[in-house]
């Protein structure tokens, strides 16, 4: 049987080196969370969100999936919304996607990857909504630029939700934010959907529609 035991020896080494550092730091962080950023990412294992933003355990409440999608029907995503939104009480849900994403290759590729298929169909939806903007791509250009559109799409999703329109109404200061990631770099990208009242997501999605 493989052994994993070279993962608790760098938890070893990382605990103290944690330590050493700041001897209070676990003491501190064990008597609760209290972050101002709520994160709904890939899955994909290269896009560790607290590394790649530079922040510590306890900054930063995750939500991942396959392409970072954000539907009405997942009570998974949902109940993470609700509870950092309404409980902890974060300032920004930030969706990030990024580059290269498997998920939305596998979206258009047109071949059958079985069950996961039903999850990519929200993916195929944001191809054909967009359709007439992708086809003069190149293929590598049309995934870049879903990866792009299908975060603004999640967006708009995430702004949908009673659970943010309700922190609105009651004056809670929240505002959900468009990233991508690019692993070529490492570099963060701000997509420029940054909508932090209802009168925004409205100005959002009339933009959208006379396009």
């Known amino acids: 049987m493989n052994s ?4 608790f020896e760098n938890n070893s080494n990382w ?13 501190e962080l064990s008597k609760g ?31 991942r999936n396959i392409a970072n999608v954000v539907v009405h029907t997942d009570l998974n995503s949902l109940s993470v919304i609700q509870y950092a939104v309404e409980v902890l ?14 998920g939305i290759k596998a979206a258009i590729d047109d071949q059958n990857h079985g069950l996961i298929d039903n999850w990519l169909r929200h993916i195929k939806d944001v191809s054909r909504f967009n359709a007439d903007s992708l086809k003069a791509l190149s293929e590598e250009e049309q995934i870049s630029k879903l990866c792009e559109l299908n975060v603004i799409e999640q967006v708009k999703n995430v702004c949908g939700t009673t659970i943010i329109h309700d ?18 770099n490492g570099m963060l990208k701000n997509l420029d959907v940054s909508i932090s009242s209802p009168g925004e997501f409205e100005s959002l999605m009339a933009s959208e529609n006379e396009q």
């Open 15 to 27: 605990a103290q080196i944690i330590s050493e550092e700041d001897p209070d730091f676990f003491k």
């Open 167 to 184: 922190a609105w109404k009651q004056g809670q200061a929240l505002t959900v934010h468009g990233w991508i990631y690019a692993l070529s």
């Open 33 to 63: 969370q209290a972050p101002e950023i709520l994160w709904i990412g890939c899955s994909d294992s290269r896009v560790p969100p607290n590394q790649i933003m530079g922040l510590s355990p306890g900054d930063v409440f995750v939500h």
């Open 4 to 7: 994993l035991n070279h993962i």
């Open 89 to 102: 009480k974060v300032k920004h849900v930030i969706v990030c996607g990024h580059y290269g994403c498997g």
